[in-house]
């Protein structure tokens, strides 16, 4: 039992660092765009162009690349793929090249594509199905963390050092955490350890024997049409388009809609970054606490409460920054805490329950899928805002989180079903 503690505590310090440390090669780009636009004369719309040269990437290639992890392991794959994110941008500064600086994006971005998934993957092996939301709710902070840290580090650098050296240095950073974890990053199989309470019971070995073969190598087509598959995709793919729309556009609109000082307007768009912080670490436990073996019905309830919190908010807009702020808050926390969760523990619960070897392209697949929602937000805030105002955004954010309701407890219903009728399902995979 201490060897596995030992490993656990591991593990989990070391995959916290590495996945925080992915932002550190992704915020920086937000941190210099002025810069790029002064010296080198690069147009707004050059500039969106490299935001999408590193996020287009990086959610389809989550797709397309799943079953990588599934072939060479966890370990190798997100270690190999960190390290090749560093070299990808190790060159940044040297070059002044639109054409240049797309592709190197364009690799980051592919390479970081298959970090979530098998850091995920990688991690969840060693924790008991009992304790894995609690377990990864709490490791979901990194998620925000990271992205904080990242734009402090790239701050801190082009201060002192120079836009061009801002990728210089985090990606030596990344480079030797993507050696750790090639070193360090051991799975359970690999140093003889049993976890316990891993598989829960006989019935779930007898589904993975009955519909492994099925699945031996599965596409992305047979993950898509699993049971809930499809809707958990789609509540993620809501989630993500409203967390980042709040991200990139909340301070334009505290700022424009809201008349708040511009220094306010930075300062409070961060709340809704803090509620997710807070709601990431939360929501796991209280879905283990309070909704043992019924996730999805409990987050279903939570992505509930932040689509309310997300209407008050716009009703009570006017009263001022502390009630602004409560409900910011609460959306934040609601939002973000089931996004880290719906990519990550329950598509894996799920399909682990057809064959273990395909969790890792079935996280890919919903986060992915998920991510494109990344792609698109701006374009789409762009063209509601010009043809209804704000309100017009807020207005899409509610009903897409509405929707991402709508299909976390549809999700729910079906995988009610399926446990009610274990026989049946496996009948029909």
């Known amino acids: 039992m201490g060897s596995l503690r030992y490993h656990q505590i591991v593990s989990f310090s070391l995959c916290w660092v590495a996945y925080a440390s992915t932002y550190f090669l992704r915020k920086p780009l937000g941190v210099i765009k002025a810069d790029l636009q002064k010296e080198l004369s690069f147009t707004t719309s050059q500039l969106g162009w490299l935001d999408t040269a590193l996020l287009l990437p990086y959610a389809v290639m989550q797709i397309i690349l799943g079953p990588v992890g599934a072939k060479y392991g966890a370990r190798k ?55 894995r939301n609690t377990m990864f709710g709490m490791f979901g902070t990194c998620a925000f963390a990271g992205g904080i840290i990242g734009t402090m580090f790239a701050v801190y650098i082009q201060a002192n050092y120079g836009w061009r050296s801002v990728y210089f240095y985090p990606s030596l950073t990344v480079f030797v955490l993507g050696f750790l974890v090639l070193i360090l990053f051991k799975q359970p199989e690999e140093v003889g350890i049993d976890v316990p309470g891993k598989g829960g019971d006989k019935l779930k070995e007898a589904q993975a024997g009955a519909t492994g073969a099925a699945l031996e190598k599965p596409s992305m087509k047979d993950l898509w049409r699993l049971p809930t598959i499809p809707e958990i995709s789609t509540a993620v793919f809501c989630l993500k388009v409203v967390r980042y729309c709040m991200y990139m556009w909340l301070p334009m609109y505290l700022l424009q809609a809201l008349n708040y000082s511009q220094s306010m307007s930075g300062i409070f768009s961060t709340v809704f970054e803090i509620g997710g912080v807070t709601g990431s670490a939360l929501v796991g436990f209280a879905l283990d606490r309070f909704y043992p073996g019924q996730t999805l019905r409990g987050l279903g309830l939570f992505v509930l409460i932040s689509t309310i919190a997300l209407v008050l908010f716009i009703a009570t807009s006017s009263w001022g920054v502390v009630i602004n702020s409560v409900f910011m808050f609460i959306a934040g926390a609601f939002n973000a805490g089931p996004d880290i969760l719906l990519c990550g523990t329950v598509p894996a619960e799920i399909v682990e329950k057809q064959n273990r070897n395909a969790a890792t392209a079935t996280i890919g697949l919903v986060n992915g899928f998920g991510s494109i929602g990344t792609c698109i937000e701006g374009p789409i805030i762009g063209i509601v805002t010009a043809y209804t105002g704000w309100s017009g955004m807020f207005y899409l954010m509610i009903a897409l989180s509405a929707l991402g309701t709508l299909a976390t407890y549809r999700a729910a219903v079906i995988n009610s079903r399926i446990n009610q009728s274990t026989p049946d399902f496996i009948d029909g995979v």
């Open 77 to 131: 794959t997100f270690g190999v793929c960190l390290m090749l994110s560093a070299l990808s941008m190790l060159p940044f500064g040297y070059f002044s090249s639109f054409g240049v600086w797309f592709f190197l994006l364009f690799l980051n971005g592919t390479a970081q594509s298959q970090c979530w998934p098998n850091c995920t993957k990688g991690l969840l092996c060693w924790f008991s199905d009992a304790v």
